[in-house]
């Protein structure tokens, strides 16, 4: 007697639902750059499990209220297909250079596209339009989340090939979200804070059927 392997679930998920995927991505991903760059100590970071993978999360108050923050106002440009780019700027606090800028370019199938400005919560730059890709096969959640573990993998060993942080940093994220997006009060524009003169790698990406996203890293080279 043989017995047929059931195939894994093949769904299209949501607008919606790859909205509130690619953003808590994203989330994950801030936390993901603080702990592994040693932006904040180890021991302001606590475990969860997330992806299938022990992820490290902050729990130090004014870190969380900032990007709770991020947060918020990402959920609703994310929904509202608004967001082209995410960027986590790494600063050295005694001179303000630029030493690392993580970007995670976001494209939705079958968009128009609409010019986008750079924003930043509390702290504009113009970039060129881009021809939307088409939707692409349905996968499965496990696809889905394989894809991301395999990014959070690279992101953990990207130690092995990023300069040592030496001095104190601080960090930014940086949203470039449609023109025509409502933008809160307590956000304001910014500059692309690009580094020059700098090394970029591209790491993996993943996607939904609603969502591409690919990662890169750009960082200045030791003196």
Known sequence: ????????KVHKLSLKGSSKLVA???EYSINTILFQRGVYPAEDFTTVKKYGLNMLVTIDDQVKAYIKKVMSQLNKWMTGGKISKLVIVITNKETGDHVERWQFDV?????????????KPSDKENSAPF????????????DI???????FRQITASVTFLPQLDAPCTFNVLVYAD???DVPME???????????????????????SHKVDTFVSYRLAD
């Open 24 to 26: 808590e991505f994203f």
């Open 107 to 119: 494209q939705i199938f079958n968009k128009t596209s609409k010019k986008p400005t750079v924003q």
């Open 1 to 8: 007697m043989s017995t047929e392997k059931e195939k894994p």
């Open 145 to 151: 989340q394989r894809e991301i573990q395999s990014i």
């Open 179 to 181: 023109a025509d997006s």
């Open 187 to 209: 956000w304001g524009d910014s500059d692309a804070k690009e580094i020059a003169n700098a090394e970029r790698v591209q790491l993996r990406g993943f996607s939904t059927g």
């Open 131 to 142: 021809t939307p890709p088409q939707s692409q096969p349905d996968k499965t959640d496990a």
